[in-house]
Nanobody
Framework: QVQLVESWGGWVQAGGSLRLSCAAS????????MGWFRQAPGKEREFVAH????????YYADSVKGRFTISRDNAKNTVYLQMNSLKPEDTAVYYC????????????????WGQGTQVTVSS
């Protein structure tokens, strides 16, 4: 059974930074590409970032490009999302997800999901 557990998100003022982490129980972690999604109240879940199994390829939504960085540590079975220059519109529940598929930017491409963690950015 695959389990993905996100770290506590939290609250930050606009312009601030947060780092999310997601620990995976899946073995071997290295075969999975990983992604981050988010869902704001009343909105659909949207793609944020994706990283390949090796960490060599990353993809970002236009809305976060240049501000967010996805990375992974395969020795720790963990994927990270560094979020800088946060804006109130980044407020959402953030989910990490795992997929065997490459270049995956749609939620239906992912097989395993974490429980989500709330990130709140105040203006």
């Amino acid at each position: 059974q695959v389990q993905l557990v996100e770290s506590w998100g939290g609250w930050v003022q606009a312009g601030g930074s947060l780092r999310l982490s997601c620990a995976a129980s899946v073995r071997p972690f290295i075969i999975y590409n990983m992604g981050w999604f988010r869902q704001a109240p009343g909105k659909e879940r949207e793609f944020v970032a994706h990283i390949s199994w090796s960490g060599g390829s990353t993809y970002y939504a236009d809305s976060v490009k240049g501000r967010f960085t996805i990375s992974r540590d395969n020795a720790k079975n963990t994927v990270y999302l560094q979020m800088n220059s946060l804006k109130p519109e980044d407020t959402a529940v953030y989910y990490c997800a795992a997929t065997p598929r490459t270049y995956a930017t749609n939620a239906y491409d992912y097989d395993y999901w974490g429980q989500g963690t709330q990130v709140t950015v105040s203006s």
